[in-house]
């Protein structure tokens, strides 16, 4: 079978792509997916370049695609699916854009202790494949009154997404426009001044998610764990196929949208991970891997 594999860590130089990986056998609980599309994710190229200890190591933590093979009770050969694997520690064809990063968003906005129609949120960098489905989960599951940045080529964009006010972070400085009209929950990816700003529009009773960002600042975690009245919490996605499912639902919908940037085939790997690297887009940059097309 096709897969891409690391046998060291490094630049994109380092993946590698076969068509002779091994099959794997499954066992009682699980289900082998013949795999359509997955994404690249910023995990995937950390991972890549420093944080993979054992290898050979594949890379990619979504899936979307169809059972071929069923040793569950629960799902039969055929069945349409998809999922965010666990081997990451830390239209069917654009699902393979969805688990991770939707997932990502869902569970931050869940731990945001918010009042359906009541809670008013700010999605930093809302262009970003987590930010464009944490606007519009914000807005389909929790009716929250969502602000999001971005910058100034991406504004039209996040207005479609459905946010109720735009920030143009690259002109406008959204710590001065909310002094007077702060956030109960603030979902941070970007951090550094970002965060720091964010701290003088969360609300008194409010909650600061990070949801690790590449700025993350171990100072200011141990400084959040201190906040009494305030709340500061880390998030780190974790697989759940409940909460996909809830999310699967406003896509059959068509409330929310996996926005696709970019598309590249399997063997373009090293090309995904270096133009993901370098992201200018929005939403998500998917990894095509066969034809197979929703009915
Ligand atoms: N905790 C977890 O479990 C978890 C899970 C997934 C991802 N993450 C992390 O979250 C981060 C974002 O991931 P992603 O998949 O959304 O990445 P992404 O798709 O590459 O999006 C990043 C977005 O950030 C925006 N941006 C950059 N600087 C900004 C600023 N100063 N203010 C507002 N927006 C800004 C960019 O949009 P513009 O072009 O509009 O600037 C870009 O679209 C990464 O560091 C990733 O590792 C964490």
């Known amino acids: 079978m096709q897969a891409v594999f690391i046998q060291k860590t490094g630049g994109p130089d380092v993946l590698e792509f076969t068509k002779d990986f091994e099959k794997p056998d499954i066992t009682i609980g699980q289900v082998l997916v013949r795999q359509v599309s997955t994404s690249v994710n910023p995990i995937d190229f950390k991972v890549r370049a420093g944080m993979a200890k054992i290898f050979p190591k594949v890379l990619g933590g979504d899936v979307s695609g169809v059972i071929t093979e069923s040793k569950s009770s629960k799902w039969k050969e055929g069945d349409r699916v998809c999922a965010m694997t666990s081997g990451i520690r830390p239209d069917i ?32 960098a809302g262009a970003g494949g987590v930010g464009h489905f944490a606007v519009q989960l914000a807005k389909a599951h929790w009716k929250a009154f969502v602000v999001t940045t971005g910058s100034t080529k991406n504004q039209e ?38 965060e720091d700003r964010s701290y003088t529009v969360l609300a008194k009773n409010g909650i600061y998610m990070d949801i690790y960002s590449n700025n993350t600042d171990q100072k200011k975690i141990d400084a959040g764990k201190t906040w009494t009245i305030q709340k500061y919490k880390m998030q780190f996605v974790k697989p759940s196929g409940e909460q996909l499912q809830i999310i699967a639902g406003y896509l059959e919908q068509g409330t929310v949208k996996c926005v ?22 929005r939403g998500k940059i998917l990894v095509q891997i066969s034809k197979e097309s929703r009915k």
């Open 93 to 124: 064809a654009e699902y393979g854009g969805v688990p991770l990063t939707a997932l990502t968003a869902y569970q931050a906005l869940d731990g945001g202790d918010l009042q359906p129609g009541k809670s008013r949120v700010l999605v930093h």
């Open 157 to 194: 964009f996040l207005k479609e997404l459905g946010a109720d006010e735009v920030v143009d972070y690259q002109k406008e400085n959204f710590a001065e426009i909310y002094k007077d009209k702060p956030f109960d929950l603030i979902l941070d990816s970007v951090g550094g001044i970002v």
């Open 260 to 281: 696709l940037d970019k598309i590249f085939p399997l063997y373009q790997i090293r090309e995904a991970h270096e133009y993901a690297e370098n992201k200018q887009g």
